[in-house]
């Protein structure tokens, strides 16, 4: 158990590096290029863990990390651009932390991980989390944005459980820089056609940049697929809505966003969601229910 949760706490690197890296975005990149710095995001992330590595990829490797490189970056990161162009960035949020229930159901199909109820119940109580933390009752919904974000939220979902699945004999760092290396290299052309020209950048945007490549990117990924490689899928993705808890509570500390009471019960339901979801409680929810079905066997309570 020990060990589980020194996993999942290198798990957790990764959404909260993501739920900061919108904060660094916006205040500090270039809002009119987000093709473009998804590129240079995942490009130079990607080449920095294979120097650390020097492993290059070998046989089905080559194909495996250009469809991971797709669904977990490329397509990833323009399919997000698309709903953020589209959809208010609560409901975003809200569609996105329906992926611990896909990962879980994906995963069931591809590598036979049956979902427990308790990581079913954390997921929903989780979501319902994020609804109250982000959502706002005036804010329009567009269906193209919806679908968007949706596509979004099961490609990677399916691309997470195929890493896991294909990946037990190679290592992290180098799984993790041939799908960023893939998924910035198809980036590339969609830059090019949507946006011409790469964006001019003053020195604030280059620090951005370096903190989204070597943190937001090149750790949080690896530290991700690290999860994965030792947790269910179900635990990694419920780990994953530490991601909007994150956004919400820099905008507080950081940009002088208000907190209110919706706010703080959504962030003690996430939590609670989260932590319904660790292997860690497996011992005192099974003690909770022999507790609960003795005296309705008839048997007296321990």
């Given at each position: 158990?020990?060990?589980?949760?020194?996993?999942?706490?290198?798990?957790?690197?990764?959404?909260?590096?993501?739920?900061?890296?919108?904060?660094?975005?916006?205040?500090?990149?270039?809002?009119?290029?987000?093709?473009?710095?998804?590129?240079?995001?995942?490009?130079?992330?990607?080449?920095?863990?294979?120097?650390?590595?020097?492993?290059?990829?070998?046989g089905s490797w080559w194909w495996k990390s250009l469809v991971l490189g797709v669904l977990n970056v490329g397509a990833f990161f323009a399919l997000i651009y698309v709903a953020a162009?589209?959809?208010?960035?609560?409901?975003?949020?809200?569609?996105?932390?329906?992926?611990p229930v896909v990962m879980m159901l994906i995963a069931w199909a591809a590598v036979a991980e049956r979902p427990r109820v308790a990581q079913l119940t954390g997921a929903g109580v989780g979501i319902a989390g994020v609804g109250l933390m982000v959502l706002d009752g005036g804010a329009a919904v567009n269906a193209g944005g919806v679908l968007a974000s949706v596509a979004a939220m099961?490609?990677?979902?399916?691309?997470?459980?195929?890493?896991?699945?294909?990946?037990?004999?190679?290592?992290?760092?180098?799984?993790?820089?041939?799908?960023l290396i893939a998924g910035g290299l198809a980036l590339l052309p969609f830059a090019v056609a949507v946006e011409g020209a790469p964006p001019t950048v003053d020195a604030p945007a280059v620090l951005g940049f370096a903190y989204v490549t070597v943190v937001a990117t090149a750790v949080a990924f690896a530290a991700w697929f690290t999860g994965l490689r030792h947790l269910s899928a179900g635990t990694?993705?419920?780990?994953?809505?530490?991601?909007?808890?994150?956004?919400?509570?820099?905008?507080?500390?950081?940009?002088?966003?208000?907190?209110?009471?919706?706010?703080?019960?959504?962030?003690?339901?996430?939590?609670?969601?989260?932590?319904?979801?660790?292997?860690?409680?497996?011992?005192?929810?099974?003690?909770?229910?022999?507790?609960?079905?003795?005296?309705?066997?008839?048997?007296?309570?321990r």
């Open positions: 158990m020990e060990a589980t949760s020194r996993w999942a706490l290198v798990t957790a690197i990764a959404p909260v590096a993501w739920g900061s890296n919108y904060f660094v975005t916006h205040q500090y990149l270039p809002a009119d290029s987000p093709l473009y710095g998804a590129a240079i995001r995942a490009l130079p992330a990607g080449l920095l863990l294979l120097l650390v590595r020097r492993t290059l990829p070998r162009q589209l959809l208010p960035t609560s409901v975003a949020a809200t569609i996105m932390a329906t992926s099961t490609m990677s979902s399916l691309g997470y459980v195929l890493a896991k699945k294909w990946s037990a004999d190679v290592d992290v760092f180098s799984l993790t820089s041939w799908q990694v993705g419920l780990v994953g809505l530490l991601n909007p808890i994150t956004g919400v509570l820099l905008g507080a500390a950081v940009a002088g966003e208000s907190l209110g009471m919706p706010q703080i019960l959504g962030i003690a339901l996430v939590f609670v969601g989260i932590l319904l979801g660790q292997p860690i409680l497996r011992p005192f929810l099974r003690r909770v229910r022999r507790r609960a079905a003795g005296p309705a066997a008839g048997q007296p309570a």
